[in-house]
C-alpha cells in the first residue's frame, strides 16, 4: 500500500530552483524524513532530513546552503527546496522515513519506508 509519494521532479538549467514535496499518508509527526538521491552508477546518498512537524535538519555537505527542508501547512507534508541547482544535483531523489534522524540520519539502511522517487535534471 501507498505509505510516501513524491511530486515534483523534472528538468532545470543550472543555477535554477526546483521543489520535491513528499506526502506522508500514515502522517507519522514526529518521526524523520530524509531525502536521499541516486544518479546512474552511483550509490544511494542522503542528502538531508528532518522531523515530521518540524525539528532538527541535518543536511550533506555538498547541499548545505542550497537546499532547505521546510513542513508545509499539511501537517503530513514536507518539502526539499533546491537552490543553485548544479548538473551533479541530477539523479533520482527520494523520500523515506524512519523514527529517529539523529546523528546517522544519512544511513539509508536505517529507512524502513520509501518514497517511489522522482527525477531530477540539471543542464
Known amino acids: 500500500h501507498v505509505q510516501l509519494v513524491e511530486s515534483g521532479g523534472g528538468s532545470v538549467q543550472a543555477g535554477g530552483s526546483l521543489r520535491l514535496s513528499c506526502i506522508d499518508f500514515e502522517s507519522r509527526l514526529g518521526h524523520c524524513m530524509g531525502w536521499f538521491r541516486q544518479a546512474p552508477g552511483k550509490e544511494r546518498e542522503g542528502v538531508g532530513a528532518s522531523y515530521i512537524g518540524g525539528g532538527s535538519t541535518y543536511y550533506a555537505d555538498s547541499v548545505k546552503g542550497r537546499f532547505t527542508i521546510s513542513q508545509e501547512n499539511a501537517k503530513n507534508t514536507m518539502s526539499l527546496q533546491m537552490h543553485n541547482l548544479k548538473p551533479e544535483d541530477t539523479a533520482t531523489y527520494y523520500c523515506?522515513?524512519?523514527?529517529?534522524?539523529?546523528?546517522?540520519?544519512?544511513?539509508?539502511?536505517?529507512?524502513?519506508?520509501w518514497g517511489q522517487g522522482t527525477q531530477v535534471t540539471v543542464s
Open positions: 523515506a522515513r524512519t523514527p529517529i534522524c539523529g546523528p546517522t540520519w544519512y544511513e539509508a539502511a536505517r529507512y524502513a519506508v
